[in-house]
């Protein structure tokens, strides 16, 4: 079975197991784009996901999970049933790993939640939507690179607030593509080409309305 079957298979089982509101993005890139998680789904959690099939190479498994642990709640591992002795030895403890058997997806073990450093949680948002959120608050937003931005806003907001809005930032910015997603899966369509996203800039400005209760100078 090879990677896009498989791929199937597991967007059927979460859209079974995860929460009513989730969001699924397929492929999802981390770490300034260097690592791609095959899925990702947002709800309560920010869960990313590798698949390795019978045709794949666990040559990089290492460190692809490596690079998603700091922007992961809950990792998982999804292979084919050939690989899952190397992956029990490769993952650790805490990484979930989900088996292909022919045609069954099995739960191997599910992943231990992880808590994610502000610092990561900042490099999910684009520079646009911080431009829009920072505006105005931050001096000379408009002007500064990304990285700054991404400082000042772990330097304004409180963990548990900026844990929140990061997921509600990135479930507001892929909503109309999980929505084409799912509607793949359940019609057994081709996965939709993935089209230009655009800033929602309407939800960033509610959150900026909100800034000045939390920031912390």
């Known amino acids: 079975m ?3 079957e498989i791929k199937y298979k597991d967007f059927k089982h979460l859209l079974d197991t995860e929460e009513e509101n989730s969001v699924f993005i397929n492929e999802f890139g981390v770490n300034w784009a260097s690592a791609r998680a095959d899925i990702a789904v947002i709800n309560g959690f920010i869960h990313l996901i590798e698949i390795k099939s019978s045709h794949d ?10 690079l998603f642990l700091p922007y992961a709640e809950k990792t998982t591992v999804v292979v084919a049933d050939k690989h899952y002795k190397k992956v029990v030895r490769k993952a650790p403890f805490f990484v979930g790993i ?8 099995e739960v191997d073990r599910e ?3 992880r ?6 949680l900042a490099e999910l948002w684009w520079s646009k939507e911080l431009k829009i959120l920072l505006g105005g608050v931050v001096k000379g937003a408009n002007r500064l690179c990304v990285e700054a931005l991404r400082r000042h806003l772990v330097r304004l907001l409180p963990y548990d607030v900026l844990l929140e809005w990061t997921k509600e930032n ?3 910015r892929y909503y109309e593509r999980s929505k084409k997603i799912v509607d793949a899966v359940i019609n057994n369509k081709p996965f939709p080409y993935r089209k ?6 309407d939800f960033i ?6 800034l000045s209760h939390y920031w912390n100078i």
Do not use: C, F
């Open 2 to 4: 090879y990677e896009k």
């Open 57 to 66: 190479s666990l040559g990089r498994l290492e460190q692809q999970i490596k």
């Open 98 to 105: 989900y088996v292909m058997n022919g045609n069954d997806l």
């Open 111 to 113: 992943p231990i939640v």
């Open 115 to 120: 808590q994610i450093s502000p610092q990561a």
């Open 170 to 172: 990135l479930k507001h």
């Open 196 to 201: 230009l996203i655009h800033v929602n800039k």
């Open 205 to 210: 400005v509610r959150l900026k309305q909100q």
